[in-house]
């Protein structure tokens, strides 16, 4: 099994650090992998309004989540931070997976 394809439009960031840089691939399942998940496809199924009010469902559980992750933040709780923001971004990636479905079934 070939590597996927690598794909990168953009020159990588200015290193400060003199760390290697790294280039980041432009697929849409990298940048989202939710997009790579079967299970996330097969809402395509699913009626329209209903995809709609879901994504809707999702935009606002990510920003409770960043929400909540900013205050566990502010009060010096790292891991609850961490727990919280990377719950935001799920439901955001969710959210957007969800907008592409769509985006593709009225593109055939």
Known sequence: MSP??????????????????IARSNLPTVRNPMLALQE???AAGLPR???????SMLIAVSKICREKG????????????AYWKSNAVHARHLAHALAVIAAEEGST
């Open 4 to 21: 996927p394809e690598f794909v990168c439009t953009k020159p990588c960031p200015p290193n400060d650090y003199k760390l290697p840089a």
């Open 40 to 42: 996330v496809r097969d």
């Open 49 to 55: 309004e209903s995809r709609e009010a879901l994504r």
């Open 70 to 81: 900013e205050e566990a933040w502010r009060k010096r709780k790292p891991p609850m931070a």
